[in-house]
Protein backbone atom coordinates (compact mmCIF):
# COMPACT_ATOMS: atom_id res chain seq x y z
CA UNK A 1 0.00 0.00 0.00
CA UNK A 2 3.08 2.62 0.78
CA UNK A 3 3.33 2.69 -3.55
CA UNK A 4 0.03 4.39 -3.41
CA UNK A 5 -0.11 7.70 -1.32
CA UNK A 6 -1.83 11.64 -1.60
CA UNK A 7 -0.15 13.91 -2.47
CA UNK A 8 -1.21 17.90 -0.88
CA UNK A 9 0.17 20.97 -2.05
CA UNK A 10 1.33 22.30 1.50
CA UNK A 11 3.44 25.14 3.32
CA UNK A 12 6.14 23.53 5.82
CA UNK A 13 6.70 24.93 9.65
CA UNK A 14 7.79 24.19 12.72
CA UNK A 15 6.09 24.43 16.25
CA UNK A 16 7.90 23.46 19.78
CA UNK A 17 10.88 22.04 17.50
CA UNK A 18 8.39 20.00 15.12
CA UNK A 19 7.72 20.15 11.65
CA UNK A 20 3.77 20.35 10.96
CA UNK A 21 2.29 21.53 7.58
CA UNK A 22 -0.60 22.93 6.47
CA UNK A 23 -1.95 21.75 3.07
CA UNK A 24 -5.48 22.27 0.78
CA UNK A 25 -7.98 19.13 1.05
CA UNK A 26 -10.53 18.64 -0.99
CA UNK A 27 -13.55 17.99 1.03
CA UNK A 28 -14.55 14.67 -0.91
CA UNK A 29 -11.82 13.24 0.45
CA UNK A 30 -12.15 14.10 3.94
CA UNK A 31 -14.69 10.98 4.53
CA UNK A 32 -11.40 8.91 3.45
CA UNK A 33 -8.84 10.31 5.03
CA UNK A 34 -10.30 10.81 8.49
CA UNK A 35 -12.05 7.76 10.68
CA UNK A 36 -13.27 8.45 14.42
CA UNK A 37 -11.21 6.07 17.37
CA UNK A 38 -14.18 3.64 17.75
CA UNK A 39 -16.81 4.97 20.28
CA UNK A 40 -16.77 1.85 22.55
CA UNK A 41 -12.84 2.18 23.91
CA UNK A 42 -12.25 3.86 26.93
CA UNK A 43 -11.44 7.77 26.78
CA UNK A 44 -8.21 6.64 28.16
CA UNK A 45 -7.51 5.13 24.86
CA UNK A 46 -8.92 7.35 22.51
CA UNK A 47 -7.21 10.94 20.94
CA UNK A 48 -10.08 12.43 20.83
CA UNK A 49 -13.85 13.06 22.28
CA UNK A 50 -17.07 11.30 20.92
CA UNK A 51 -18.45 12.20 18.42
CA UNK A 52 -21.74 14.23 19.64
CA UNK A 53 -24.38 13.56 16.09
CA UNK A 54 -26.74 16.17 18.09
CA UNK A 55 -24.42 18.69 16.40
CA UNK A 56 -24.20 17.48 13.44
CA UNK A 57 -27.64 18.39 11.14
CA UNK A 58 -27.11 21.79 12.20
CA UNK A 59 -23.80 22.52 10.65
CA UNK A 60 -24.56 20.67 7.86
CA UNK A 61 -27.61 22.62 7.14
CA UNK A 62 -25.23 25.91 7.40
CA UNK A 63 -22.82 24.25 4.17
CA UNK A 64 -25.91 23.42 2.42
CA UNK A 65 -28.14 26.27 3.13
CA UNK A 66 -25.38 29.24 2.27
CA UNK A 67 -23.06 26.93 -0.25
CA UNK A 68 -21.90 30.97 -1.66
CA UNK A 69 -20.56 32.09 1.49
CA UNK A 70 -19.81 29.34 4.36
CA UNK A 71 -16.53 29.19 6.05
CA UNK A 72 -14.46 26.97 8.14
CA UNK A 73 -11.72 27.15 10.09
CA UNK A 74 -8.69 24.56 9.59
CA UNK A 75 -8.59 21.26 10.82
CA UNK A 76 -5.93 20.04 12.83
CA UNK A 77 -5.28 16.01 12.35
CA UNK A 78 -2.02 14.22 13.22
CA UNK A 79 -0.36 11.62 10.63
CA UNK A 80 1.09 8.05 11.42
CA UNK A 81 3.01 7.30 8.60
CA UNK A 82 6.12 8.00 6.14
CA UNK A 83 5.09 11.21 5.28
CA UNK A 84 7.62 13.25 3.04
CA UNK A 85 7.76 17.04 2.15
CA UNK A 86 9.40 18.00 -0.86
CA UNK A 87 10.23 21.62 -1.41
CA UNK A 88 9.57 24.10 -4.39
CA UNK A 89 13.05 25.30 -4.31
CA UNK A 90 16.16 25.43 -1.88
CA UNK A 91 16.50 28.71 -0.82
CA UNK A 92 14.42 31.45 1.08
CA UNK A 93 10.72 30.85 1.03
CA UNK A 94 10.40 28.44 -1.47
CA UNK A 95 12.22 25.99 0.43
CA UNK A 96 9.09 25.93 2.75
CA UNK A 97 6.69 25.15 -0.12
CA UNK A 98 6.14 22.00 -1.74
CA UNK A 99 4.63 18.67 -1.83
CA UNK A 100 3.36 16.89 0.81
CA UNK A 101 3.29 12.89 0.41
CA UNK A 102 1.13 10.66 2.49
CA UNK A 103 0.72 7.19 1.88
CA UNK A 104 -2.39 5.60 1.72
CA UNK A 105 -1.96 3.18 4.34
CA UNK A 106 -1.16 6.33 7.14
CA UNK A 107 -3.76 6.89 10.10
CA UNK A 108 -4.88 9.80 10.65
CA UNK A 109 -6.91 11.19 13.80
CA UNK A 110 -8.71 14.78 13.92
CA UNK A 111 -7.44 16.47 16.70
CA UNK A 112 -9.64 19.15 16.29
CA UNK A 113 -12.69 19.83 13.95
CA UNK A 114 -13.85 16.02 14.33
CA UNK A 115 -17.77 17.88 13.49
CA UNK A 116 -17.23 19.89 10.87
CA UNK A 117 -15.39 16.82 8.77
CA UNK A 118 -18.89 14.83 10.30
CA UNK A 119 -20.80 17.64 8.88
CA UNK A 120 -19.44 17.93 5.74
CA UNK A 121 -19.45 14.14 4.50
CA UNK A 122 -23.17 14.82 5.62
CA UNK A 123 -23.36 17.86 3.05
CA UNK A 124 -21.66 16.11 0.49
CA UNK A 125 -24.77 13.63 0.20
CA UNK A 126 -26.76 16.04 -0.40
CA UNK A 127 -24.41 18.06 -2.58
CA UNK A 128 -21.87 16.39 -4.18
CA UNK A 129 -20.78 19.45 -5.98
CA UNK A 130 -18.95 20.96 -3.18
CA UNK A 131 -16.55 17.93 -3.21
CA UNK A 132 -13.98 19.93 -5.23
CA UNK A 133 -13.80 22.60 -2.76
CA UNK A 134 -11.21 22.17 -0.29
CA UNK A 135 -10.52 23.12 3.39
CA UNK A 136 -7.34 23.41 5.13
CA UNK A 137 -5.63 21.01 7.34
CA UNK A 138 -2.53 21.12 9.47
CA UNK A 139 -1.17 17.83 9.61
CA UNK A 140 0.66 17.14 13.00
CA UNK A 141 3.56 13.86 12.34
CA UNK A 142 2.27 11.36 15.15
CA UNK A 143 4.39 10.70 18.22
CA UNK A 144 2.03 8.10 19.71
CA UNK A 145 -1.25 8.37 21.28
CA UNK A 146 -0.46 10.44 24.30
CA UNK A 147 0.96 12.59 21.99
CA UNK A 148 -2.57 13.05 20.05
CA UNK A 149 -4.23 13.58 23.18
CA UNK A 150 -1.87 16.32 24.95
CA UNK A 151 -2.49 17.82 21.28
CA UNK A 152 -6.44 17.72 21.73
CA UNK A 153 -6.09 19.01 25.36
CA UNK A 154 -4.08 22.20 24.31
CA UNK A 155 -6.11 22.93 21.37
CA UNK A 156 -9.40 23.09 23.47
CA UNK A 157 -8.20 24.15 26.89
CA UNK A 158 -6.51 27.06 25.00
CA UNK A 159 -9.38 28.28 23.13
CA UNK A 160 -11.59 30.56 23.54
CA UNK A 161 -15.27 30.44 21.89
CA UNK A 162 -16.69 33.73 21.02
CA UNK A 163 -19.28 35.40 23.53
CA UNK A 164 -22.84 35.80 22.54
CA UNK A 165 -23.21 39.23 21.85
CA UNK A 166 -20.21 39.04 19.88
CA UNK A 167 -21.86 36.55 17.62
CA UNK A 168 -24.98 38.05 17.43
CA UNK A 169 -23.62 41.67 16.85
CA UNK A 170 -21.80 40.47 13.06
CA UNK A 171 -24.46 37.91 12.44
CA UNK A 172 -26.12 39.47 9.16
CA UNK A 173 -27.97 35.95 8.03
CA UNK A 174 -30.12 36.23 11.42
CA UNK A 175 -32.87 38.14 11.27
CA UNK A 176 -33.29 37.52 15.02
CA UNK A 177 -29.99 39.04 14.93
CA UNK A 178 -31.00 41.91 13.15
CA UNK A 179 -33.93 43.12 15.03
CA UNK A 180 -32.07 42.84 18.61
CA UNK A 181 -29.32 45.15 17.10
CA UNK A 182 -31.88 47.64 16.08
CA UNK A 183 -33.45 47.45 19.53
CA UNK A 184 -29.90 48.00 21.03
CA UNK A 185 -29.40 51.13 19.16
CA UNK A 186 -33.10 52.89 19.15
CA UNK A 187 -34.72 52.40 21.85
CA UNK A 188 -34.01 54.47 24.27
CA UNK A 189 -33.25 52.27 27.57
CA UNK A 190 -31.53 50.22 25.43
CA UNK A 191 -29.33 52.98 23.03
CA UNK A 192 -25.83 53.53 24.54
CA UNK A 193 -26.47 51.48 27.19
CA UNK A 194 -25.88 47.90 25.37
CA UNK A 195 -22.53 46.13 26.32
CA UNK A 196 -22.54 44.73 22.36
CA UNK A 197 -19.25 42.50 22.42
CA UNK A 198 -19.40 40.81 25.53
CA UNK A 199 -22.31 38.72 27.44
CA UNK A 200 -20.81 40.03 30.78
CA UNK A 201 -21.02 43.35 32.21
CA UNK A 202 -17.54 43.96 34.04
CA UNK A 203 -18.18 45.73 37.15
CA UNK A 204 -16.59 49.43 35.78
CA UNK A 205 -18.67 49.08 32.53
CA UNK A 206 -21.13 51.87 31.95
CA UNK A 207 -23.32 49.47 30.54
CA UNK A 208 -26.37 47.97 31.55
CA UNK A 209 -27.70 45.77 29.42
CA UNK A 210 -26.13 42.56 27.05
CA UNK A 211 -26.56 42.61 23.03
CA UNK A 212 -27.23 38.78 23.81
CA UNK A 213 -29.61 39.29 26.52
CA UNK A 214 -31.96 41.45 24.26
CA UNK A 215 -31.52 38.95 21.76
CA UNK A 216 -32.96 36.34 24.03
CA UNK A 217 -35.38 38.42 25.56
CA UNK A 218 -37.04 39.85 21.82
CA UNK A 219 -36.79 36.06 20.60
CA UNK A 220 -38.97 35.22 23.66
CA UNK A 221 -41.37 38.56 23.13
CA UNK A 222 -41.39 37.34 19.08
CA UNK A 223 -41.55 33.73 19.68
CA UNK A 224 -38.90 33.50 16.94
CA UNK A 225 -35.96 31.27 16.49
CA UNK A 226 -32.55 32.89 15.22
CA UNK A 227 -33.30 31.65 11.72
CA UNK A 228 -37.31 32.38 11.52
CA UNK A 229 -38.21 35.07 9.06
CA UNK A 230 -39.18 38.16 10.71
CA UNK A 231 -41.54 41.14 9.13
CA UNK A 232 -41.18 44.53 9.34
CA UNK A 233 -44.00 44.79 11.37
CA UNK A 234 -42.97 42.04 13.97
CA UNK A 235 -39.47 44.44 13.70
CA UNK A 236 -41.34 47.29 14.78
CA UNK A 237 -43.18 45.49 17.27
CA UNK A 238 -40.15 44.16 18.92
CA UNK A 239 -38.84 48.02 19.37
CA UNK A 240 -42.12 49.23 19.90
CA UNK A 241 -42.59 46.68 23.03
CA UNK A 242 -39.02 47.46 24.68
CA UNK A 243 -39.87 51.19 24.37
CA UNK A 244 -42.90 51.20 26.00
CA UNK A 245 -40.87 49.72 29.19
CA UNK A 246 -38.46 52.48 28.81
CA UNK A 247 -41.19 54.72 29.16
CA UNK A 248 -43.00 52.38 32.07
CA UNK A 249 -40.20 51.00 34.13
CA UNK A 250 -39.00 53.70 36.20
CA UNK A 251 -35.43 52.98 36.70
CA UNK A 252 -35.18 52.59 32.42
CA UNK A 253 -35.61 56.47 32.23
CA UNK A 254 -32.45 57.66 30.17
CA UNK A 255 -32.21 60.41 32.26
CA UNK A 256 -31.92 58.20 35.85
CA UNK A 257 -29.84 55.72 34.06
CA UNK A 258 -26.99 58.13 32.83
CA UNK A 259 -27.13 59.83 36.34
CA UNK A 260 -26.54 56.77 38.39
CA UNK A 261 -24.03 54.07 38.67
CA UNK A 262 -24.20 51.28 36.64
CA UNK A 263 -22.89 49.39 39.21
CA UNK A 264 -25.46 50.63 41.48
CA UNK A 265 -28.24 50.18 39.35
CA UNK A 266 -27.57 46.31 38.35
CA UNK A 267 -26.50 45.88 42.29
CA UNK A 268 -30.05 47.25 43.38
CA UNK A 269 -32.84 46.02 40.39
CA UNK A 270 -33.28 42.97 38.37
CA UNK A 271 -34.85 44.27 35.57
CA UNK A 272 -31.16 45.26 34.30
CA UNK A 273 -30.45 41.39 34.14
CA UNK A 274 -30.86 39.14 31.43
CA UNK A 275 -33.24 36.48 33.21
CA UNK A 276 -35.63 39.67 34.24
CA UNK A 277 -35.44 40.51 30.38
CA UNK A 278 -35.86 37.39 29.18
CA UNK A 279 -38.88 36.98 31.43
CA UNK A 280 -40.32 40.21 30.15
CA UNK A 281 -40.17 38.78 26.52
CA UNK A 282 -42.28 36.15 28.00
CA UNK A 283 -44.56 38.01 29.19
CA UNK A 284 -44.93 40.52 27.03
CA UNK A 285 -45.65 37.91 24.33
CA UNK A 286 -48.84 36.48 25.67
CA UNK A 287 -49.89 40.11 26.81
CA UNK A 288 -49.69 40.97 22.76
CA UNK A 289 -51.25 37.77 21.88
CA UNK A 290 -54.02 38.17 24.22
CA UNK A 291 -54.91 42.08 23.37
CA UNK A 292 -53.33 42.66 20.23
CA UNK A 293 -54.31 46.15 20.16
CA UNK A 294 -54.28 48.06 22.87
CA UNK A 295 -51.45 45.68 24.43
CA UNK A 296 -49.99 49.57 25.99
CA UNK A 297 -52.97 49.83 28.14
CA UNK A 298 -52.44 46.96 30.20
CA UNK A 299 -48.25 47.22 30.10
CA UNK A 300 -48.79 50.04 32.75
CA UNK A 301 -49.85 48.03 35.47
CA UNK A 302 -46.13 47.06 35.85
CA UNK A 303 -45.55 50.88 37.28
CA UNK A 304 -45.92 49.75 40.39
CA UNK A 305 -43.90 46.49 40.56
CA UNK A 306 -41.09 46.61 42.76
CA UNK A 307 -38.22 45.25 40.99
CA UNK A 308 -35.79 45.70 43.94
CA UNK A 309 -33.54 42.60 44.53
CA UNK A 310 -34.25 43.21 48.08
CA UNK A 311 -38.19 42.34 47.47
CA UNK A 312 -38.55 38.72 48.50
CA UNK A 313 -41.16 37.96 45.89
CA UNK A 314 -37.79 37.73 43.43
CA UNK A 315 -36.39 34.90 45.39
CA UNK A 316 -37.12 31.45 43.77
CA UNK A 317 -37.61 33.23 40.89
CA UNK A 318 -35.23 35.82 39.51
CA UNK A 319 -33.00 34.53 42.21
CA UNK A 320 -32.26 31.52 44.03
CA UNK A 321 -30.70 31.54 47.48
CA UNK A 322 -30.07 35.48 46.96
CA UNK A 323 -28.39 34.89 43.69
CA UNK A 324 -29.11 35.49 40.12
CA UNK A 325 -30.12 32.62 38.19
CA UNK A 326 -30.91 32.59 34.34
CA UNK A 327 -31.73 28.54 34.54
CA UNK A 328 -34.97 27.93 32.48
CA UNK A 329 -37.50 27.15 35.51
CA UNK A 330 -36.27 30.80 37.52
CA UNK A 331 -36.82 32.48 33.79
CA UNK A 332 -40.31 31.17 33.69
CA UNK A 333 -41.02 31.86 37.39
CA UNK A 334 -40.21 35.08 36.89
CA UNK A 335 -42.27 35.37 33.99
CA UNK A 336 -45.65 33.73 35.63
CA UNK A 337 -45.43 36.70 38.38
CA UNK A 338 -44.97 39.80 35.66
CA UNK A 339 -47.79 37.85 33.88
CA UNK A 340 -50.10 37.53 37.36
CA UNK A 341 -49.65 41.41 37.74
CA UNK A 342 -50.46 42.40 34.29
CA UNK A 343 -54.27 40.16 34.82
CA UNK A 344 -52.40 37.56 32.60
CA UNK A 345 -53.59 33.70 33.53
CA UNK A 346 -51.04 31.03 33.73
CA UNK A 347 -50.03 28.37 31.12
CA UNK A 348 -50.35 24.73 32.06
CA UNK A 349 -45.96 24.74 32.19
CA UNK A 350 -46.28 28.29 34.05
CA UNK A 351 -48.79 26.68 36.54
CA UNK A 352 -46.57 23.09 37.45
CA UNK A 353 -43.43 25.44 37.66
CA UNK A 354 -44.93 27.32 40.36
CA UNK A 355 -46.05 23.88 42.41
CA UNK A 356 -42.57 22.58 41.98
CA UNK A 357 -39.88 23.13 44.73
CA UNK A 358 -37.62 25.68 44.22
CA UNK A 359 -33.59 23.57 43.01
CA UNK A 360 -30.88 25.31 44.98
CA UNK A 361 -28.60 23.98 42.43
CA UNK A 362 -29.76 25.05 39.04
CA UNK A 363 -27.04 28.50 39.34
CA UNK A 364 -23.66 27.48 37.45
CA UNK A 365 -20.28 29.42 38.33
CA UNK A 366 -20.39 30.95 35.03
CA UNK A 367 -23.70 31.57 34.81
CA UNK A 368 -23.53 33.43 38.12
CA UNK A 369 -20.23 35.53 37.40
CA UNK A 370 -22.29 36.52 33.67
CA UNK A 371 -25.26 37.51 35.83
CA UNK A 372 -23.65 39.56 38.44
CA UNK A 373 -21.01 41.48 36.89
Known amino acids: MDSFHYTFPALRGVQAGREYYVAMCPLKLLPRLFHFDSQELPPEFRAQRVLNRARIPAITRYIVEHPQDYAFSAITASVDGEVTFVPFGGDGAKHNIGELTVPLSATFIVNDGQHRRAAIEEALREQPELG???????????AGLKRSQQIFADLNTHAVRASASIGILYDFRSPLAQVARRAASVVPAFKGM???ERSSIANRSLKLFTLSGIYYATGALL????????????????????TALAEIIPEWNERIMRATSSLELRRDYIHFHSVTLHALGIAGADLIATY??????????????????????WEGRAMVGGKLSKARAQIIRTASVIKQQLGL??????????????EYTVVDEEDLREMER
Open 194 to 196: TEM
Open 132 to 142: DEAIAVVFYLD
Open 223 to 242: RKNSDDEISAQEEQLAVDYW
Open 345 to 358: PLSPEELRMEQMPV
Open 292 to 313: PRNWREPLGLLRTMDWHRTNQM
